[in-house]
């Protein structure tokens, strides 16, 4: 059977569909059935009772087949299989205008037994071994109409080796009629009889022509088949072949059809073939020119779109970049200026926090010095118990007071410190001589203890 990949690939073909998707949707809605899809599509179930006679270059009318007959074609080679044919034969349009050619549409058939003959084909030996070189080793799988293609070419240049100089390409028909297509050129279509006894010589002599052979390559798109393989005999159906050798000159039009612009049956000389095809090519090449304009017109609308819309996206990612760049300083501003703030108020706070501490250290030293003083009471007058004491103070000022002898060296602490003579808090009193510290284990000593009485000279040393 005809795997799915050729039928959606038919199917494409025939409809001018480009969808895959939507394709296959068709496809899979009709079980796979290509005539049941097609007929779907195009609205025709009866494609052919009600049209005109396809018209060929020559002028004369070419039979049709009719969508519901079976055409039974037997080869009278011997060991070549009889095979049954549904042909369907999609409507038939006639392209004129400009080309000043009398051009039959002829539609592609939808060859819904092609998956039987090529297998039997195959079976033969006859058909086109898919994926295998010379020696019979695997090769990379490809379609079935593109191994034909190739063993088609590999059997030409087995066959007629240098003599065959026309490049046809190794690759189905529908992929030669889109490389035509893309590269603004017409296919040159050669079926090729094997049997037939005119064959040798016109491969041999025309398509072996130096000449005629470089001409084509130049100018057209080669694709050529055997009517013994799938493809090939499939195209001699729809292209009508009656008479071998037979060419053609088509190219892609729209929708399901193609353009039959030319068709060439029985042996050629080179020369009549070249003068053919000039010709053809002549009266074409304004289509061709004008399709190569409107494909570069819309390549370079559409570059200039492009490049239209890649200057609007620089210029929108500029101003992006500025906005953010913008909003990233007045962010960075704002920050800065809430620091500042920020920052303001805690070096105010610091001064506030200072200032209470020291007024807190100020009323707390007065407190101090006024407990101290009222704790000293009143200065007794001199007398033989009474100890005349004088401090010299780090500021060289000098302070004297009489205590009694039984009084502590904690009561001349307490009267130093009742004074504003000096900011020292953590200090000693000092006598020179001796040099006698009288630190924190003296202070209760009483004076007369400590051998103050009955005078004494104390100077005040910051302890370190």
């Known amino acids: 059977m005809v795997d799915a990949s050729d039928k959606l690939t038919y199917f494409q073909a025939i409809t001018g569909l480009e969808d895959t998707d939507l394709c296959t949707e068709i496809l899979a809605a009709h079980n796979w059935d290509l005539e049941l899809a097609i007929a779907a599509f195009t609205g025709d179930h009866n494609t052919t009772s009600e049209q005109p006679p396809d ?5 004369q009318s070419l039979p049709t087949s009719s969508s519901n007959d079976d055409v039974l074609r037997s080869d009278s080679n011997p060991g070549n299989p009889s095979l049954v044919w549904k042909v369907i034969t999609l409507p038939i349009s006639v392209v004129s205008g400009s080309l000043g050619l009398i051009s039959g549409a002829v539609g592609l058939g939808i060859w819904a037994a092609g998956g039987v003959l090529s297998y039997s084909l195959g079976m033969l030996g006859l058909g086109a071994r898919r994926g295998l070189d010379s020696s019979g080793s695997p090769l990379i799988p490809v379609s079935s109409s593109a191994a034909e293609a190739m063993e088609f070419v590999a059997t030409l240049e ?18 030669a009629l889109q490389r035509s297509r893309h590269a603004y050129k017409l296919l040159f279509v050669y079926l090729h009889s094997p049997d037939h006894p005119d064959t040798p010589l016109f491969v041999e002599r025309t398509l072996g022509n130096e000449v005629f052979s470089a001409f084509v390559n130049e100018n057209f798109v080669a694709w050529g088949g055997s009517i013994r393989a799938s493809e090939g005999f499939k195209m001699s159906n729809s292209l009508k072949a009656s008479r071998f050798p037979f060419c053609a000159v088509v190219m892609a039009a729209t929708n399901q059809r193609i353009a039959l612009l030319q068709q060439i049956e029985g042996p050629k000389s080179s020369e009549e073939m070249l003068s053919t095809l000039q010709r053809v090519l002549e009266e074409t090449a304004p289509v061709l020119v004008s399709a190569r304009l409107e494909a ?9 779109r492009e490049e239209q819309d890649a200057a609007y996206r620089a210029a929108l990612e500029a101003d992006q970049a500025r906005e953010r760049q913008r909003r990233e300083e007045q962010e960075k501003l704002e920050r800065e200026r809430a620091e500042a703030e920020q920052k303001l108020r805690e070096e105010e706070e610091a001064r506030e926090r200072e200032a209470r501490e020291a007024a807190e250290r100020e009323a707390a030293l007065a407190r101090r010095k006024q407990e101290k003083a009222l704790a000293l009471g009143a200065e007794p007058e001199k007398g033989p118990d009474v100890t005349q004491v004088l401090v010299r103070f780090p500021t060289g000022e000098r302070r004297d007071r009489r205590f009694h002898s039984s009084a502590t060296i904690q009561s001349i602490y307490d009267y130093v410190d009742s004074l504003d003579c000096s900011n020292l808090e953590d200090y000693n009193l000092v006598s020179n001589f001796p040099r006698t510290v009288y630190g924190a284990e003296k202070r209760t000593l009483t004076l007369k203890e400590a051998g103050l009485h009955p005078q004494a000279s104390l100077f005040m040393e910051q302890n370190l």
């Open 296 to 304: 570069e017109e819309r390549r370079t609308n559409m570059r200039l």
């Open 55 to 59: 018209v060929g270059s020559s002028g």
């Open 158 to 175: 087995r066959e007629y080796g240098l003599s065959m100089r026309v490049n046809f390409v190794s690759e189905g028909f529908m992929d």
